[in-house]
C-alpha cells in the first residue's frame, strides 16, 4: 500500500515559480510510472507532466520549456518544478503512481497564479 502526500502548492504572480513535492509512505522504487496531473474548475483532469522508471519523461504541450518533473527514489519523492506560471496554470495539482497493478492518486494542491 502506497499513500502520496503532496505539498509545494501556494498562490503566486503571473511569471513566478513552485515546486510541487509528492512523497511517498511507502517505496516507489519499483514503480513503472509516476506523473502529475492538474484539474481546473469545470474542467477534465489533464495529464501535466510523467516520468517512467528510465526517466523518460513526457509534458503536456502546455507546460513544455515550462515545468520539469523529476524523482528521487532514495526519497520516495518526486517532484515538478514549475516556472513561468501563467493564470491558465491554476488548478488542484494531483500525484499519480502506478505500482503494478495498483495505482495511487494524491489528495491535491492548490496553485493558483494570479496578481
Known amino acids: 500500500q502506497v499513500q502520496l502526500m503532496e505539498s509545494g502548492g501556494d498562490l503566486v504572480q503571473p511569471g513566478g515559480s513552485l515546486n510541487l513535492s509528492c512523497a511517498a509512505s511507502g517505496s516507489i522504487f519499483s514503480s513503472t510510472l509516476m506523473a502529475w496531473y492538474r484539474q481546473a474548475p469545470e474542467k477534465q483532469r489533464e495529464l501535466v507532466a510523467s516520468i517512467n522508471r528510465l526517466d523518460i519523461t513526457t509534458y503536456a504541450d502546455s507546460v513544455k520549456g515550462r515545468f520539469t518533473i523529476t524523482r528521487d527514489s532514495a526519497k520516495n519523492t518526486v517532484y515538478l518544478q514549475m516556472n513561468s506560471l501563467k493564470p491558465e496554470d491554476t488548478a488542484v495539482y494531483y500525484c499519480?503512481?502506478?505500482?503494478?497493478?495498483?495505482?495511487?492518486w494524491g489528495q491535491g494542491t492548490q496553485v493558483t497564479v494570479s496578481s
Open positions: 499519480y503512481v502506478v505500482v503494478l497493478p495498483e495505482t495511487y
